[in-house]
């Protein structure tokens, strides 16, 4: 079992920064693959980030590229949401998912689809005032 744990959202004005954290369980860490997804009101959740904690590259949705930046500290089994020059459009509650990968798929590219990933957070709310 992988439990995870957000924090950090909150209410910021445009161009601001936020950075959220999503805390997981000892268990497989070092095996994680971990995504954030966000749901914006009326839309369907969708997938911002995700990196593997093997390494590899990182993916990131078109929309947020070079303003969001996906990271991880080992020592704290976090992985975290960098924001930069934050938009309305990316008011949303924001989720951390996580996927145990097998050794076959260190290689491969981060998982993206919800249906990869078997273990989420409870979300954290990130609104953007203009």
């Known amino acids: 079992q992988v439990h995870l744990v957000e924090s950090g959202g909150g209410l910021v004005q445009a161009g601001d920064s936020l950075r959220l954290s999503c805390a997981a369980s000892e268990d497989f860490f070092s095996r994680l693959a971990v995504g954030w997804f966000r749901q914006a009101p009326g839309k369907e959740r969708e997938a911002v980030a995700a990196?593997?904690?093997?390494?590899?590259?990182?993916f990131y949705t078109d929309s947020v590229k070079g303003r969001f930046t996906i990271s991880r500290d080992n020592a704290k089994n976090t992985v975290y949401l960098q924001m930069n020059s934050l938009k309305p459009e990316d008011t949303a509650v924001y989720y951390c998912a996580a996927r145990v990968l097998i050794p076959r798929e260190y290689l491969s590219d981060p998982p993206r689809r919800e249906d990869e990933f078997g273990y989420w957070g409870q979300g954290t709310a990130v609104t953007v005032s203009s």
């Open positions: 990196m593997k904690l093997v390494g590899g590259r990182p």
